[in-house]
């Protein structure tokens, strides 16, 4: 957060609480000053003196300028923002409207660079557009609930559910194992004992 607190201190000429507008020229200079600069519009050069309240046409061309080059560096981020996500998130569902805005803003990036030397007003419209569709596309509903509800989170709420009917299933199957080994090992140390049996009999 940034500004300026101005303290204004009345001249003891001045009677009730009604100001004249005059009096409130510095104030409200800064003021403008301050709202023009969040606002972006650049400054004047020292050696341009302002004439009226009005922004002058270089102002107003410099913030074109500005605003162009703003959304043009904003699209390309949000764009590669979108690969970098569909790329680290699997299954993540890219449909026919996520695919448009992200073709429209592609085309309007391509028109961006065609007229920029031609009309800065057709270059800023452009720009404007490549930001919104590619905005659109990235906050795109669909994708949205698997950016917040990836498939890990999935595992995480359905393996508890799972879990509880698994595990009783593995340890009876455990237990069946290990009786059937027992009794294999039971039967094949009967079957040696008879063997031996026999022999000594046969001696």
């Known amino acids: 957060m940034w500004g300026a607190l101005v303290i204004f201190n009345p001249d003891e000429s001045t009677n009730g609480t009604k100001l004249a507008s005059s009096s409130l020229d510095t104030i409200f200079t800064a003021f403008s000053d301050h709202l023009l600069a969040l606002l972006g519009v650049p ?7 302002k004439t009226s309240n009005e922004l002058t046409q270089w102002q107003l061309d410099a913030l074109l300028r500005y605003r162009t080059l703003g959304n043009f560096l904003g699209s390309q981020d949000t764009l590669r923002s979108i690969v970098s996500l569909v790329d680290q998130i699997e299954n993540m569902p890219v449909g026919q409207d996520v695919r448009g805005d992200v073709q429209g ?6 028109e961006t660079f065609k007229v920029s030397k031609e009309s800065l007003i057709d270059t800023f419209r452009f720009s404007a557009r490549a930001l919104t569709l590619s905005s659109r596309a990235f906050f795109n509903p669909g994708m949205l609930a698997m950016l917040y509800f990836p498939a890990e989170h999935k595992y995480a709420v359905y393996t508890p559910l799972f879990a509880s009917t698994v595990i009783p299933v593995l340890v009876a199957a455990l237990r069946e194992i290990a009786a059937w080994r027992r009794q ?13 049996l026999a022999s000594r009999q046969t001696k």
Not at 43 to 49: D, E, K
């Open 184 to 196: 294999r090992k039971a039967a094949t140390s009967e079957g040696e004992q008879s063997y031996i």
């Open 43 to 49: 400054s004047l050069p020292p050696n341009i003196v």
């Open 105 to 110: 803003a592609l085309s309007a990036l391509e």
